[in-house]
Nanobody, 118 residues
C-alpha cells in the first residue's frame, strides 16, 4: 500500500493550506485515515483522524482551525488548515489503518513539509 501526500509549502501566519493524501489501497481495506505532524526535534503527534464512515476527531489545539475530510471514491484524505500559526510548522504525514486483508497494519506516506512564517 502506498500513500502519496502533497500540498505542503511556505505560508504566512494566518494563512491556509490544503494537504492531500492519495492511497493505492481500496477503501474496502482501509479503516481510519489520519494526519500526523512532526515538528523539528519533536515526536510525531496525531493531528486529525477520520474513519470510513466520515467521523472525524482532532487534537485539541487544531480542532477549531483544521478540517479533515475523505473522498472514498478517490481513495484520498484531505486536511484543510486555516489560521495557521508558526507552531504548526512541521512535516505532516498521512496514515492509513488497514482492515480486512490489511488488518492490524498501519501505512505511512512520505511526509509533506509545512512552514508557517511569523
Amino acid at each position: 500500500v502506498q500513500l502519496q501526500a502533497s500540498g505542503g509549502g511556505l505560508v504566512q501566519t494566518g494563512g491556509s493550506l490544503r494537504l492531500s493524501c492519495a492511497t493505492s489501497a481500496s477503501p474496502y481495506n482501509i479503516d481510519n485515515m489520519g494526519w500526523y505532524r512532526q515538528a523539528p526535534g519533536k515526536q510525531r503527534d496525531l493531528v486529525a483522524r477520520i474513519n470510513s464512515d466520515g467521523r472525524a476527531s482532532y487534537a485539541d489545539s487544531m480542532k477549531d482551525r483544521f478540517t479533515i475530510s475523505r473522498d472514498n471514491a478517490k481513495n484520498t484524505v484531505y486536511l484543510q488548515m486555516d489560521s495557521l500559526k508558526p507552531e504548526d510548522t512541521g512535516v505532516y504525514y498521512c496514515s492509513a489503518e488497514g482492515t480486512r486483508r490489511y488488518r492490524g497494519r498501519q501505512f505511512w506516506g512520505q511526509g509533506t513539509l509545512v512552514t508557517v512564517s511569523s
